[in-house]
Protein backbone atom coordinates (compact mmCIF):
# COMPACT_ATOMS: atom_id res chain seq x y z
CA UNK A 1 0.00 0.00 0.00
CA UNK A 2 1.38 3.31 -0.87
CA UNK A 3 1.82 6.46 1.38
CA UNK A 4 -1.54 8.51 -0.04
CA UNK A 5 -3.70 5.51 1.24
CA UNK A 6 -1.92 5.28 4.09
CA UNK A 7 -2.30 8.68 5.06
CA UNK A 8 -6.10 9.00 4.21
CA UNK A 9 -6.54 5.95 6.78
CA UNK A 10 -4.65 7.80 9.03
CA UNK A 11 -2.10 5.08 8.65
CA UNK A 12 1.68 5.35 8.88
CA UNK A 13 3.21 2.02 7.74
CA UNK A 14 2.69 -0.33 4.92
CA UNK A 15 -0.01 -2.85 5.69
CA UNK A 16 0.98 -5.54 3.13
CA UNK A 17 4.42 -5.98 1.52
CA UNK A 18 2.39 -6.55 -1.58
CA UNK A 19 -0.93 -5.11 -2.92
CA UNK A 20 -3.70 -6.59 -0.15
CA UNK A 21 -7.26 -7.61 -1.81
CA UNK A 22 -10.22 -6.88 0.69
CA UNK A 23 -13.38 -8.14 -0.43
CA UNK A 24 -17.00 -7.18 0.60
CA UNK A 25 -19.49 -9.91 0.95
CA UNK A 26 -22.42 -10.45 2.78
CA UNK A 27 -25.16 -12.81 2.06
CA UNK A 28 -27.89 -11.03 1.89
CA UNK A 29 -28.53 -7.30 0.58
CA UNK A 30 -29.12 -4.20 2.23
CA UNK A 31 -26.62 -4.25 4.73
CA UNK A 32 -24.27 -1.13 3.41
CA UNK A 33 -22.07 -3.12 1.80
CA UNK A 34 -21.72 -0.80 -1.14
CA UNK A 35 -20.92 1.70 1.07
CA UNK A 36 -18.00 -0.05 2.86
CA UNK A 37 -16.73 -0.59 -0.32
CA UNK A 38 -16.95 2.97 -1.91
CA UNK A 39 -15.72 4.32 1.35
CA UNK A 40 -12.61 2.04 1.86
CA UNK A 41 -11.57 1.73 -1.45
CA UNK A 42 -11.04 5.25 -1.48
CA UNK A 43 -9.02 5.15 2.47
CA UNK A 44 -7.20 2.16 0.73
CA UNK A 45 -5.98 4.05 -2.97
CA UNK A 46 -7.55 1.44 -3.85
CA UNK A 47 -9.21 0.38 -7.16
CA UNK A 48 -12.56 -0.57 -6.33
CA UNK A 49 -13.73 -3.95 -8.34
CA UNK A 50 -17.81 -3.97 -8.75
CA UNK A 51 -19.11 -7.14 -9.08
CA UNK A 52 -22.43 -6.27 -7.99
CA UNK A 53 -24.43 -6.41 -11.47
CA UNK A 54 -27.90 -4.59 -9.99
CA UNK A 55 -28.50 -1.00 -10.13
CA UNK A 56 -27.85 -0.35 -6.18
CA UNK A 57 -24.64 -1.69 -6.27
CA UNK A 58 -21.13 0.41 -6.29
CA UNK A 59 -20.99 1.42 -9.67
CA UNK A 60 -24.27 3.21 -9.85
CA UNK A 61 -23.67 5.16 -6.21
CA UNK A 62 -20.05 6.03 -8.03
CA UNK A 63 -21.40 7.63 -11.14
CA UNK A 64 -21.00 4.98 -13.43
CA UNK A 65 -24.57 4.19 -16.21
CA UNK A 66 -24.29 1.56 -18.12
CA UNK A 67 -26.70 2.65 -20.37
CA UNK A 68 -24.58 5.38 -21.62
CA UNK A 69 -21.55 3.30 -22.42
CA UNK A 70 -20.45 1.58 -25.28
CA UNK A 71 -18.05 -0.90 -23.56
CA UNK A 72 -18.48 -3.06 -20.86
CA UNK A 73 -14.53 -3.00 -18.52
CA UNK A 74 -15.12 -5.70 -17.12
CA UNK A 75 -16.67 -8.39 -19.48
CA UNK A 76 -14.55 -6.84 -21.72
CA UNK A 77 -11.50 -7.46 -19.58
CA UNK A 78 -12.75 -11.34 -19.16
CA UNK A 79 -13.29 -12.01 -22.64
CA UNK A 80 -9.80 -10.33 -23.87
CA UNK A 81 -7.44 -11.78 -21.01
CA UNK A 82 -6.69 -8.34 -20.77
CA UNK A 83 -6.19 -6.07 -17.40
CA UNK A 84 -9.36 -3.41 -17.58
CA UNK A 85 -8.24 -0.02 -16.81
CA UNK A 86 -9.99 1.68 -14.26
CA UNK A 87 -11.74 4.80 -14.73
CA UNK A 88 -10.18 7.78 -12.60
CA UNK A 89 -12.47 8.63 -9.48
CA UNK A 90 -11.63 12.13 -8.36
CA UNK A 91 -12.16 12.60 -5.15
CA UNK A 92 -13.77 8.82 -5.29
CA UNK A 93 -12.17 5.22 -5.94
CA UNK A 94 -10.64 4.64 -9.38
CA UNK A 95 -13.46 2.28 -10.60
CA UNK A 96 -14.01 -1.21 -12.33
CA UNK A 97 -17.97 -1.08 -12.78
CA UNK A 98 -20.09 -3.33 -13.34
CA UNK A 99 -22.91 -3.85 -15.53
CA UNK A 100 -26.36 -6.22 -15.69
CA UNK A 101 -24.87 -8.74 -18.41
CA UNK A 102 -22.17 -9.74 -16.03
CA UNK A 103 -25.10 -11.38 -13.96
CA UNK A 104 -25.59 -14.04 -16.78
CA UNK A 105 -22.14 -14.01 -18.19
CA UNK A 106 -20.32 -14.92 -14.57
CA UNK A 107 -16.92 -16.93 -14.54
CA UNK A 108 -15.84 -19.52 -12.65
CA UNK A 109 -14.70 -18.87 -9.08
CA UNK A 110 -11.40 -19.91 -9.83
CA UNK A 111 -11.23 -18.07 -13.32
CA UNK A 112 -11.93 -14.81 -11.41
CA UNK A 113 -9.74 -15.91 -8.00
CA UNK A 114 -6.93 -15.70 -10.87
CA UNK A 115 -7.89 -13.03 -12.55
CA UNK A 116 -8.17 -10.69 -9.92
CA UNK A 117 -4.77 -11.51 -8.49
CA UNK A 118 -3.30 -11.00 -11.61
CA UNK A 119 -4.65 -7.51 -12.09
CA UNK A 120 -3.76 -6.68 -8.37
CA UNK A 121 -0.01 -7.62 -9.35
CA UNK A 122 -0.38 -5.46 -12.50
CA UNK A 123 -1.52 -2.22 -10.98
CA UNK A 124 0.72 -2.58 -7.90
CA UNK A 125 -2.20 -1.08 -6.18
CA UNK A 126 -4.93 -2.70 -3.44
CA UNK A 127 -8.21 -3.97 -4.76
CA UNK A 128 -10.78 -3.38 -3.26
CA UNK A 129 -13.64 -5.50 -4.12
CA UNK A 130 -18.09 -5.03 -3.83
CA UNK A 131 -19.52 -8.49 -4.46
CA UNK A 132 -23.45 -9.41 -5.40
CA UNK A 133 -25.26 -10.70 -2.24
CA UNK A 134 -25.05 -14.26 -1.93
CA UNK A 135 -22.75 -17.21 -2.71
CA UNK A 136 -22.67 -17.01 -6.43
CA UNK A 137 -19.52 -17.46 -8.61
CA UNK A 138 -18.14 -14.13 -8.91
CA UNK A 139 -18.54 -14.03 -4.72
CA UNK A 140 -16.48 -16.92 -4.00
CA UNK A 141 -13.90 -16.04 -6.76
CA UNK A 142 -13.48 -12.73 -4.75
CA UNK A 143 -13.31 -14.60 -1.32
CA UNK A 144 -10.79 -16.61 -2.56
CA UNK A 145 -8.60 -13.95 -3.73
CA UNK A 146 -9.09 -11.77 -0.50
CA UNK A 147 -6.67 -11.20 2.16
CA UNK A 148 -9.36 -10.02 4.19
CA UNK A 149 -13.13 -10.23 3.77
CA UNK A 150 -15.38 -7.65 5.47
CA UNK A 151 -18.52 -8.23 6.04
CA UNK A 152 -20.76 -5.89 7.07
CA UNK A 153 -23.74 -7.37 10.22
CA UNK A 154 -26.43 -4.76 10.94
CA UNK A 155 -28.17 -6.34 14.03
CA UNK A 156 -31.85 -7.62 12.38
CA UNK A 157 -32.99 -10.88 12.89
CA UNK A 158 -33.10 -11.99 9.29
CA UNK A 159 -29.27 -10.21 8.52
CA UNK A 160 -28.16 -12.72 11.39
CA UNK A 161 -29.40 -15.38 10.03
CA UNK A 162 -28.04 -14.88 6.90
CA UNK A 163 -24.58 -14.05 8.68
CA UNK A 164 -24.88 -17.24 10.39
CA UNK A 165 -24.89 -19.19 7.44
CA UNK A 166 -22.55 -17.18 5.90
CA UNK A 167 -19.53 -17.59 8.74
CA UNK A 168 -20.32 -21.31 8.58
CA UNK A 169 -20.10 -21.37 5.38
CA UNK A 170 -16.81 -19.44 4.78
CA UNK A 171 -14.84 -20.53 7.81
CA UNK A 172 -12.09 -21.07 6.43
CA UNK A 173 -11.36 -17.67 4.87
CA UNK A 174 -10.13 -14.34 6.71
CA UNK A 175 -13.28 -13.28 7.90
CA UNK A 176 -13.67 -9.69 9.78
CA UNK A 177 -17.15 -8.52 11.06
CA UNK A 178 -17.99 -4.91 10.85
CA UNK A 179 -21.49 -4.54 12.70
CA UNK A 180 -23.27 -1.88 10.39
CA UNK A 181 -25.90 0.18 10.29
CA UNK A 182 -25.77 0.32 14.41
CA UNK A 183 -29.17 2.12 15.83
CA UNK A 184 -28.14 4.77 18.60
CA UNK A 185 -29.02 1.95 20.96
CA UNK A 186 -28.87 -1.44 19.56
CA UNK A 187 -31.07 -4.20 21.55
CA UNK A 188 -28.80 -6.05 23.70
CA UNK A 189 -30.84 -9.54 22.68
CA UNK A 190 -29.09 -9.04 19.00
CA UNK A 191 -25.90 -7.34 20.35
CA UNK A 192 -25.86 -11.41 22.33
CA UNK A 193 -26.81 -12.75 19.23
CA UNK A 194 -23.98 -11.16 17.00
CA UNK A 195 -21.55 -12.09 19.92
CA UNK A 196 -22.99 -15.75 20.00
CA UNK A 197 -22.34 -15.91 16.16
CA UNK A 198 -18.95 -14.61 15.72
CA UNK A 199 -17.70 -16.36 18.62
CA UNK A 200 -18.78 -19.57 17.96
CA UNK A 201 -17.57 -19.14 14.27
CA UNK A 202 -14.12 -17.57 15.61
CA UNK A 203 -14.42 -14.67 13.92
CA UNK A 204 -13.31 -11.48 14.47
CA UNK A 205 -15.30 -8.08 14.93
CA UNK A 206 -13.90 -5.23 13.98
CA UNK A 207 -15.18 -1.31 14.88
CA UNK A 208 -18.64 -0.51 14.57
CA UNK A 209 -20.75 1.34 11.82
CA UNK A 210 -23.51 3.73 13.18
CA UNK A 211 -26.55 4.68 10.95
CA UNK A 212 -26.66 7.52 9.57
CA UNK A 213 -30.53 8.15 7.87
CA UNK A 214 -29.14 11.09 5.71
CA UNK A 215 -27.11 8.25 4.08
CA UNK A 216 -30.24 7.06 2.03
CA UNK A 217 -30.77 10.67 0.62
CA UNK A 218 -27.08 11.45 -0.35
CA UNK A 219 -26.56 12.30 -3.66
CA UNK A 220 -23.08 13.23 -4.14
CA UNK A 221 -20.91 11.07 -5.81
CA UNK A 222 -17.46 11.94 -3.82
CA UNK A 223 -16.30 9.35 -1.04
CA UNK A 224 -17.89 10.82 2.28
CA UNK A 225 -14.14 10.37 3.41
CA UNK A 226 -12.86 12.54 0.97
CA UNK A 227 -14.12 15.91 1.88
CA UNK A 228 -13.83 18.13 5.13
CA UNK A 229 -15.78 16.20 7.93
CA UNK A 230 -18.42 18.81 8.78
CA UNK A 231 -21.40 18.35 12.00
CA UNK A 232 -23.17 15.70 10.18
CA UNK A 233 -20.27 13.70 8.57
CA UNK A 234 -17.50 13.49 11.51
CA UNK A 235 -18.67 10.71 13.11
CA UNK A 236 -19.32 8.30 10.33
CA UNK A 237 -15.75 9.52 9.06
CA UNK A 238 -14.35 8.64 12.09
CA UNK A 239 -16.02 5.28 12.12
CA UNK A 240 -14.99 4.32 8.90
CA UNK A 241 -10.99 5.43 9.40
CA UNK A 242 -11.45 2.67 12.32
CA UNK A 243 -12.84 0.43 9.67
CA UNK A 244 -9.90 0.85 7.35
CA UNK A 245 -7.23 0.42 10.16
CA UNK A 246 -8.84 -2.54 11.49
CA UNK A 247 -8.64 -4.15 7.76
CA UNK A 248 -5.40 -3.15 7.34
CA UNK A 249 -4.10 -4.85 10.86
CA UNK A 250 -6.47 -7.86 9.67
CA UNK A 251 -4.63 -8.32 6.42
CA UNK A 252 -1.17 -8.55 8.43
CA UNK A 253 -1.81 -10.92 10.33
Same mark, same amino acid.
Given at each position: ??? !????????????H???? $? /? =?I +???? &???G? !?????????L?????????W????? !???? &??R????? =???????L @?S &??T? %????? %??? +??????????????P? *?????????R???????????????????????? /?????????P?????? @??E?? @????E????????? $???????I??????AR? @??? =????D?P?????????????R???M *?I??GD?????????????A?? %? +?? $?Q?GR?
Amino acid at each position: MNN !SSAMRAGIDADPHPDAP $I /V =TI +AAWK &GGVGK !SMLALELAYLLDAVLVDLDWDRGGA !SRAW &GYRHETRK =TAPLLDAL @ES &GRTP %KPLHG %KYR +ADLVPCEPDFGPNQPT *AERLTSELERWSGEWSRPVVVDTHPGGVASTFGA /VSAAHVVVVPAPLGTR @ELEAL @EGMLEELRDYPLLV $IPNMIAPIPPEREIARL @EQI =TKHADVPVGPMVSEYRWLRRRQLRM *AITAGDPNNRTSALVEELRAVA %K +AV $IQHGRV
